[in-house]
């Protein structure tokens, strides 16, 4: 008789959690929904955006000095379809071996992304996590840079850098609720980075 006492319990939860799921696919569907997210980027690509082109055959390497962190506003016009922008900074350090040189240049990188967005939330949950494709299109990266040569000789320069240069991204992503209006998601794609994590509040 002991497993039919366990077995309300875990009937419950269960229900719960699909229940839970459920509810939140509705609200990923509604139309007028209204979401702001905060998310973080890790591993960083589409460096080579950054690349000096004034050395043929210089070997670049980057640093992270400050990771990717962006805040961002959706909607949804359409159901299961949210469109927005978000806005991110980060910093990095980059490192340039002239050719035929000892010398180096080295310096910072302050980037500074406005993306507009696109997520479609697939019609499906999965143990309360519900699965999307995220699209940063349009992405424009302004970005300054200061960089020096390095060992210091009469010739060294120490020149600010400025530019604006497109950038892009897609990404496949789940989200799962906390609360309510609150929920936590994590994505993976090529993008201006490769993984994300991040909040995301309903406020709407």
């Given at each position: ?157 120490d020149e600010p850098t400025t ?42």
């Open positions: 008789m002991k497993p039919k006492r366990f077995s309300i319990p875990i009937f419950m939860l269960a229900s719960f959690c699909l229940l839970r799921g459920e509810a939140f696919s509705q609200l990923n569907s509604s139309v007028g929904r209204v979401d702001v997210y905060l998310k973080t980027g890790l591993v960083f690509l589409q460096t080579s955006k950054f690349e000096e082109q004034d050395y043929n055959n210089a070997t670049h390497d980057y640093g992270t000095s400050i990771p990717f962190f962006g805040i961002g506003i959706e909607t949804a016009l359409w159901e299961h379809l949210l469109i927005g922008g978000i806005f991110g900074f980060s910093k990095l350090h980059s490192d340039v071996k002239i050719p035929n040189s000892s010398e180096h240049l080295v310096g910072d990188i302050d980037a500074y992304n406005l993306f507009v967005t696109a997520k479609y939330c697939l019609p499906i949950v999965y143990k309360g996590f519900s699965p999307y494709i995220h699209a940063d299109a349009i992405g424009l990266t302004a970005y300054s840079e200061r960089r020096q040569v390095t060992p210091k000789t009469t010739s060294s320069l530019d604006i240069t497109e950038n892009y991204g897609i990404y496949a992503g789940a989200n799962y609720p906390v609360s309510e209006r609150l929920g936590v998601f994590g994505e993976l794609g090529y993008g201006y980075t490769l993984v994300n994590l991040g909040l995301t509040f309903q406020i709407k």
